[in-house]
């Protein structure tokens, strides 16, 4: 009888010093972003906080001063280092990171891509968390510009680099559905001219795009940076009426012009939900309770239930969200 | 001498020769070059250099140089930036006051540095490019300032005024005759080439070298936050990692290839106004002839690296007598 | 003839009157200056996170900085010269990419570092001749050369970066000499070469020669011009080289990588206490600072203190670290 009673204090104990154990042990998560003031990280960031602060996981991030290749590395290096269980990272790179993310999964760290992928290199990581269904992106946003302008008339695409791969695939699809839709028939695709996310370019090559092309209908820009460029330069050259711009920006940096009528609509995801779907996945594949293969399926309170899909990629939300003079005012980010 | 030789040595002339022709040949491939529509491109293009060109040439010709301008104009927008999202109800003027004063403190640190510890100034600025990047972060907790936090009238200085040339560009062009007539007209500024020119002479002719250096700096310092607002009425917006990176390097290109010499005692604003004007030029040309834009850099490097020989030929007559002074 | 040395032996008295005792000669020096700081820093960091005192953690880090600390070297030569060299990085990054570019034409690997070394040693002829023989002043030359480079491997590459490189190409930073990453190695031991270079052989003195009197050294006999032109080309192709490491290490180039190096570089070299006006400085001072960067950069970073404090401590530590050298050279000479 004591004896029995002394075992079972002693389970008692070890279940209780393992359960306090566990709690002591939380899995620790750290978001990386491409760099440090960047508003679009900063709610995707907002997301994972949220996420960890009912889930129970500890948050970081660290993040470099500028967007290049190699900025990343050290910090990647030094999370290893720390023992962090989840590195999340919007990387700089589809390639030259590969060798870090290689060593960090050989000592047991889970490397999830957030935000866009790494075409070609996707074995390097453990899965990708995508904003939207990216197939969407293309036709979708020639609708919100053919809708503006009536089916018809030059259109122009202001992007990124000439190499940024997001951004290609998404032109690329435009291009598809331009030609392959008879809906789009008369809307003639004139030029794409490539800003690289750069202020400066970006006007300049907005502006070259209005000298060039006097009959100019439309501009596409499916970059944030570009597309409030664009915005801008329509409304210093007093153009807005004549000229419709969409693409893809924040509501922060858009609601100026939706508010003057410079811009009619644009489109965008929720980056917020995919740093709470990030932080969901990631405490669930590191405690084993969702799967990390195409196929499963997992709940996210809030987004519903989440499908991981082929190479391990998931997709945050199917359809992109448009904003207009109607919703802005319910978003900030 | 030649009289293309004459026409060089005669540097305002010069440029303006190298800026007409440049207008032609472009304008001879695309036609749609020479328009009234390029010139607003282009005069829009330049205010933001324009001014923060006068600053970097007057520290030249003290013969000195300062890297540290791109992070100045970021740390004095994010600061204009942050009264603006911060107290919406301030008037516009306060705005320019921060931007202003921020730059100028500066400008003074780095004048402070370059002359008590008599430090080489490219050395000084290259330090402080990232340190005054590093503490505009810290300032702004890396907090982008968005355009719905950019006052509406502000904005509208980029866009017009009553007499239908947009703010910005008045305000470039008057930095620039201010500055011509302070460096022609007033004591100090016949003293800042005075200390360009033979820096170990100028205390001898009773110039306070060392005064005189630290508001040369300080006035690149004001003149730099006078661009950071001029960016961020002009792009509508101000983020603390973007914005004002790299600057240094086109302001510079621009008062070399306006005639500057970078081995003091030499330059004018007419020039630096024509190589800013020249500059603009370039970069609005490259888009309406289809460059790419990966061109614009090795094309600002490569106008440097020429302009800094006709600078050489020219003082030295011409390449042979170059040449054959070479000894050692 | 005795009116002439008469003066002298007064001069004489009066330097003899205040020697400096013999312990602050040895020790009041920059080089000692650099190494109280990394022993500081190395404290400092191992408080700052439990993280931080892992011998093998801080040499992995270093390989990050170790392709800069190995072209410092020969920066820290170019400037004891009198000179400077701010085009390095974009020289890593140009041969970096015409390596990618020729090895994705179809050239072999050896055929394509041998471009990349090349082209090294092309652009540190083209800044020496802007600099030797036109004799323009080195800082606002490769200022130009710069963003040319930089500008050129922008046209070349584009944004894309070039990869796929074979396997036994790739990782260098991960093949160890016994603890110890290659890249590591080959800086120690390139240390060791150019600090033997310039403290013993007759070139290396006439390399201080020329930086503290450019003129006396010409009366002296010494080729100047021929000299520097060496060394310019010395940085060209140390730079290719340290920009092979980078492609190696990364597995890909890309037109910015190494971007903002001119400014790890110069830092290093004014952490090792050369003097910025040329003259004096050493190869172990650089090798020190460089020891002393990485401590610092990898104790913050691992520390997690956030990317806005490292940039005000880099650049507050450059100019710091030159006011300080300044001002011991400035005692020791008088």
Redesign the interface.
């Given at each position: 009888m004591l004896r029995k009673k002394l075992m079972l204090a002693a389970v008692l104990g070890a279940s209780l010093f393992a359960g306090a154990a566990y709690a002591a042990d939380p899995v620790s998560i750290v978001y990386i972003p491409k760099n440090?003031g960047n508003p679009y990280f900063d709610s995707i960031i907002k997301g994972f906080e949220d996420g960890c602060k009912t889930l129970g996981c500890e948050f970081?991030t660290?993040?470099?001063?500028?967007a290049?290749?190699?900025s990343q590395?050290?910090?990647l290096?030094?999370q290893i280092?720390?023992?962090v269980n989840v590195v999340a990272i919007s990387p700089n790179?589809?390639?030259?990171l590969?060798?870090v993310f290689d060593?960090a999964r050989s000592k047991g760290t889970i490397i999830l891509s957030v935000n866009s992928d790494m075409p070609g290199n996707e074995d390097h990581r453990d899965a990708a968390i995508l904003p939207v269904d990216f197939t969407k992106t293309g036709p979708s946003q020639v609708e919100l510009l053919g809708k503006q302008i009536g089916y018809e008339g030059e259109i122009a695409i202001l992007s990124a680099?000439?190499?940024?791969p997001d951004q290609n695939v998404w032109i690329a699809a435009m291009k598809d559905t331009l030609e392959k839709d008879p809906k789009y028939a008369k809307m003639k695709l004139v030029t794409i001219a490539y800003g690289?996310d750069d202020p400066q370019k970006s006007t300049t090559e907005t502006e070259a795009l209005l000298a060039n092309y006097p009959n100019l209908k439309g501009i596409i820009s499916p970059t944030t940076v570009g597309v409030a460029a664009a915005a801008q330069v329509v409304e210093t050259a007093k153009k807005a009426d004549k000229i419709k711009v969409v693409g893809l920006g924040t509501p922060n940096q858009m609601r100026r012009f939706i508010e003057n009528g410079t811009v009619e609509a644009f489109q965008l995801w929720s980056p917020y939900n995919e740093g709470l779907l990030a932080a969901h996945f990631a405490v669930g594949v590191k405690n084993g309770t969702i799967k990390n293969e195409p196929g499963t399926t997992f709940e996210v309170p809030g987004l519903g239930k989440v499908t991981v899909g082929e190479k391990s990629v998931i997709k945050t939300q199917a359809d992109l969200t448009t904003f207009d003079k109607k919703n802005i005012a319910d978003f900030n980010f | 001498m030649s009289s293309i030789a004459r026409l060089l040595r005669a540097r305002e002339a010069g440029i303006l020769v190298m800026l007409v022709l440049f207008a032609l040949v472009v304008g001879l491939i695309q036609p749609r070059f020479l328009t009234a529509e390029t010139l607003r491109i282009v005069l829009l293009a330049v205010p933001l250099i324009m001014v923060a060109a006068m600053g970097q040439m007057m520290v030249l010709v003290a013969r000195h140089?300062d890297l540290s301008i791109g992070s100045i104009l970021g740390f004095s927008a994010i600061a204009a930036g942050m009264i603006f999202r911060d107290h919406p109800d301030w008037p516009l003027f306060i705005g320019f006051g921060v931007a202003l004063l921020s730059g100028a403190l500066l400008g003074l640190f780095n004048g402070l540095?370059v002359t008590l510890?008599?430090?080489?100034s490219?050395?000084?600025t290259?330090?402080?490019?990232?340190?005054?990047?590093?503490?505009l972060?810290?300032l702004s907790g890396?907090k982008q300032i968005d355009p719905n936090d950019i006052p509406e009238p502000l904005i509208k200085m980029a866009q017009t005024s009553p007499i239908d040339i947009p703010w910005i560009v008045i305000i470039a062009f008057g930095v620039a005759l201010a500055t011509h007539v302070f460096l022609t007209y007033s004591q100090i500024g016949r003293q800042i080439y005075a200390i360009g020119s033979n820096p170990a002479a100028a205390p001898l002719r009773g110039i306070r070298v060392m005064p005189v250096t630290i508001l040369v700096f300080t006035l690149s310092g004001a003149l730099a936050g006078l661009a950071g607002i001029i960016y961020a009425a002009r792009f509508g917006y101000v983020n603390p990692g973007i914005t004002g990176v790299g600057f240094e390097?086109t302001v510079?290109?621009a008062v070399?290839i306006g005639g500057v010499s970078?081995?003091g005692g030499v330059g004018s604003v007419a020039g630096t106004v024509l190589g800013v004007l020249f500059l603009g030029a370039v970069q609005v040309a490259l888009p309406i002839l289809g460059v790419?834009g990966?061109?614009?850099?090795?094309?600002?490097?490569?106008i440097?690296?020429i302009a800094?020989?006709i600078d050489?030929t020219v003082r030295q007559g011409g390449l042979r007598g170059?040449?054959a002074r070479?000894?050692? | 003839m005795s009116t002439i040395e008469s003066p002298r032996p007064a001069v004489i008295l009066r330097e003899a009157a205040k020697p400096r005792p013999r312990w602050q000669v040895i020790l009041v020096r920059p080089e000692t200056v650099t190494f109280l700081l990394l022993i500081i820093a190395t404290i400092v960091a191992t408080r700052l996170?439990p993280?931080f005192a892992?011998l093998g953690?801080i040499l992995?880090?270093s390989t990050?900085y170790v392709e800069f600390a190995i072209v410092a070297l020969v920066l820290t030569i170019v400037i004891i010269s009198g000179e400077?060299d701010l085009s390095p990085a974009a020289q890593m990054a140009l041969s970096a990419c015409l390596f990618g570019t020729a090895y994705r034409a179809g050239a072999p690997i050896p055929v394509a570092i041998l471009v990349s070394l090349v082209s090294g040693l092309a652009m540190g002829a083209f800044n020496a001749f802007?600099i030797t023989?036109?004799?323009?002043?080195s800082?606002?030359?490769t200022?130009?050369?710069?963003?040319?480079?930089?500008?050129?491997a922008?046209?070349l590459a584009?944004?894309?970066?070039i990869?796929s490189f074979p396997g036994w190409f790739?990782?260098i930073d991960?093949r160890m000499i016994g603890i110890v990453p290659v890249p590591v190695m080959i800086f120690i031991i390139a240390s060791v070469l150019l600090g033997l270079f310039l403290g013993i052989t007759i070139l290396g003195r006439q390399i201080y020669q020329i930086g503290t009197s450019e003129v006396a050294a010409?009366h002296a006999g010494i080729?100047?011009?021929r000299i520097k032109f060496g060394l310019f080309l010395a940085s060209g192709l140390t730079s290719s080289i340290a920009g092979l490491l980078?492609a190696s290490?990364?597995?890909?180039v890309?037109y910015?990588?190494?971007?903002?190096g001119?400014?790890t570089m110069?830092?290093i070299v004014?952490l090792g206490g050369t003097y910025?006006?040329g003259g004096r400085g050493s190869i172990l001072g650089t090798f020190l600072a460089a020891w002393l960067l990485v401590i610092i950069?990898?104790g913050m970073?691992?520390a997690?203190i956030?990317?806005?404090?490292?940039?005000?401590?880099?650049?507050?530590?450059?100019?710091v670290s030159?006011?300080a050298t300044?001002?011991i050279y400035a005692r020791s000479q008088r």
């Open positions: 440090t970081t660290v993040a470099p001063a500028s290049e290749a190699t590395i050290p910090f290096t030094a280092q720390r023992g790179s589809p390639d030259a590969n060798q060593r680099t000439t190499d940024a690289d | 140089v540095v510890f008599k430090l080489p490219i050395i000084v290259l330090g402080t490019l990232s340190l005054y990047r590093g503490l972060f810290i890396s390097f510079i290109a070399v970078i081995n790419s990966f061109w614009q850099n090795a094309i600002y490097g490569g440097i690296l800094l020989v050489r170059l040449l070479g000894g050692a | 996170s993280f892992d953690f992995e880090s990050y400077i802007f023989v036109l004799r323009l002043p800082i606002i030359v200022i130009g050369t710069l963003i040319l480079y930089r500008g050129l922008q046209v584009g944004d894309k970066s990869g790739v990782g991960y010409i080729r100047v011009r980078t290490r990364l597995g890909s890309r910015d990588l190494a971007s903002g001119e400014l110069v830092l004014m910025i006006f950069a990898t970073t691992v997690n956030a990317i806005n404090a490292q940039l005000t401590v880099m650049g507050l530590l450059l100019i030159i006011i300044n001002a």
